[in-house]
C-alpha cells in the first residue's frame, strides 16, 4: 500500500504476556519512528531507526519495551511482561530525509489494552 | 528538553467561522513544524509542514505561520465546517532525522 501500515489494528492482552506490534513503512522511506500516545495526551517519543540502525531508544519506558528493524523495512516493537500501564496507543511514523523536507507520515496505530 | 503547549485544549464553535489554534515551543532552534489532524480512534493525518526558514504554509482553508523567535505558531481554518471536527496536533523537529516532540492538542467542535 501507499501508506504506513500497523498491525493488528486493536491488541488485548493479559497483564504479563509479550505482544509484538508491527510496522510497515512507505516503502524507501529511510527513517522511523515509534510513539507512544495515552488517551487525551499527544503522542510521545519511542525510538528511531535509521534504515536497520536504532539511533535514538531515548523514549523507550523500561527494559520491557524493546523494538527492531532487522532489514531496514518492516519494524517490530515488542512489550515484555505487559502492565496496565502500557495501555496505549502505538504509533509507526516513517519519512524520507531529505527530499520530502522531513516530513512525517503516520500509521493508523495499534490500540493495546492490558487487562 | 523542548516542550510544546497548544491552547486552547478544546474549542467549539459555530460552522462557518474562522477561528485559530495556537501552539507554543521553548526552544526556538527547530528544524520544522508540521500540524496533523487526529479524529477519534484514528492516526495522524499530516496537514501542513513549515520549514524553520519558512513563515508561513496555506493549503485550502488552511493557513499556518511559524515564528521561531517567539516560539509560536498558528494553524488558521477559515469558514469552518462540522467536518472539521477533530483533534489538531502540532509537532516540532529538532534536526531532519530527529524525534519530534508533540503537544497534546486542541480538539475542535463545529457545531452546524
Known amino acids: 500500500g501507499a501508506g504506513v501500515s500497523q498491525s493488528p489494528r486493536y491488541k488485548v492482552a493479559k497483564r504479563g504476556q509479550d505482544v509484538a506490534l508491527r510496522c510497515d513503512p512507505i516503502?524507501?522511506?529511510?527513517?522511523l519512528f515509534w510513539y507512544q500516545q495515552a488517551l487525551g495526551q499527544g503522542p510521545e517519543f519511542l525510538t528511531y531507526?535509521?534504515?536497520?540502525?536504532?539511533?535514538?531508544k531515548s523514549g523507550l519506558p523500561s527494559d520491557r519495551f524493546f523494538a527492531e528493524r532487522p532489514e531496514g523495512s518492516v519494524s517490530t516493537l515488542k512489550i515484555q511482561r505487559t502492565q496496565q500501564e502500557d495501555s496505549a496507543v502505538y504509533l509507526c511514523?516513517?519519512?524520507?530525509?531529505?527530499?520530502?523536507?522531513?516530513?512525517?507520515?503516520f500509521g493508523q496505530g495499534t490500540r493495546l489494552t492490558v487487562v | 528538553k523542548q516542550e510544546v503547549t497548544q491552547i486552547p485544549a478544546a474549542l467549539s464553535v459555530p460552522e462557518g467561522e474562522n477561528l485559530v489554534l495556537n501552539c507554543s515551543f521553548t526552544?526556538?532552534?527547530?528544524?520544522?513544524l508540521q500540524w496533523f489532524r487526529q479524529d477519534p480512534g484514528k492516526g495522524l493525518t499530516s496537514l501542513l509542514l513549515i520549514q524553520s526558514s519558512q513563515r508561513e504554509q496555506t493549503s485550502g482553508r488552511l493557513n499556518a505561520s511559524l515564528d521561531k523567535s517567539s516560539g509560536r505558531s498558528t494553524l488558521y481554518i477559515a469558514a469552518s465546517q462540522p467536518g472539521d471536527s477533530a483533534t489538531y496536533l502540532c509537532?516540532?523537529?529538532?534536526?531532519?532525522?530527529?524525534?519530534?516532540?508533540f503537544g497534546d492538542g486542541t480538539t475542535l467542535t463545529v457545531k452546524p
Open positions: 511514523a516513517s519519512s524520507f530525509p531529505p527530499l520530502l523536507a522531513g516530513e512525517a507520515f
Open positions: 509537532a516540532v523537529r529538532v534536526s531532519n532525522a530527529g524525534k519530534s516532540t
Open positions: 526552544d526556538s532552534a527547530i528544524y520544522n
Open positions: 516503502s524507501g522511506h529511510v527513517s
Open positions: 531507526f535509521q534504515n536497520e540502525a536504532q539511533l535514538d
